[in-house]
């Protein structure tokens, strides 16, 4: 692919800018962090755009950017905290105030223990489940196999359930992610 122009890049970051930075603050959690990797993502991105060969769509090429900025930040930071709950809105015009308290108590349980799986597991629900990528797509960004999706996140959503069990915190709505 050839150099874009400036003008072209700014439409590819007003596009995904957004979509990116809800992704690494699932990682990160912390908005001043998951701002400042955006923008290192979107730099690498411009950088190495040459490289993009378009057999990926862009988005998914962002994302691997994206993650591989976000672990080497938590590599050097020494910890792994994927979730946020204020990234989901809990909130709707129906809800009564308990029942808003409870599924805040819900989604809080069901990040405590994603957050005990191991790091393969937490990424594959993240993007899977959470952020709802394709296996094909899922697959790209990790560099893995659809067939190592497929069962990476069996395996994960299995774990999660005996992690759930073992807290003693086994609510199907948490469990029914697939």
Known sequence: MERITAEAFE???SEYSDRIYGYIFLLVN???VAEDL???TFIKAYKYMNQFNGESQIFTWLVRISRNVAIDYLRKKSRFKFF???KFQLQSDEDTPTEIMIKGEKVTLLYEAIRHLKLSYQEVL????IKE???KE???ILNWSENKVKITTSRALAALKKELQKRGEVHEELIRIR
């Open 138 to 140: 899922t697959a790209e």
């Open 38 to 40: 955006t923008q290192d």
């Open 84 to 86: 946020s709950i204020e």
């Open 30 to 32: 912390d908005k001043e």
């Open 126 to 129: 993240i993007l899977r489940k």
């Open 133 to 135: 990528f394709s296996i």
């Open 11 to 13: 439409d590819i970051y």
